[in-house]
């Protein structure tokens, strides 16, 4: 399970780093992607899009700061670190669970 852990990891890095595409390489043609709004984006192509207009509106930063197993779902509790356009910064901790195919990410809900 650890390559899916190294995943996981590598793909937070690269939206850190807005980098899209080392971002997407970890995610499956048919991801579901919870946008934190309570609705799911489906698809690799939609999610691109998303974290794009996401970068344009803050500079978001996502920390991993505890990986765990729960039967076939990885539980991630992250920190959000928002800078705002104004300047303004907000920090928010938060739970991703990932669910795979394969050694790909298939889904991340935020509980």
Known sequence: MMKREDAVRSTYDAYNARDLPRALANLSADVDW???????IHGKDAVARHWADQWRQADAKVEIEHLAWQGEELRLAVRLDVRKPDGSRAQQPLANTLSFAGELIRLMRIP
């Open 34 to 40: 919870d946008d934190g709004e309570g609705n799911m």
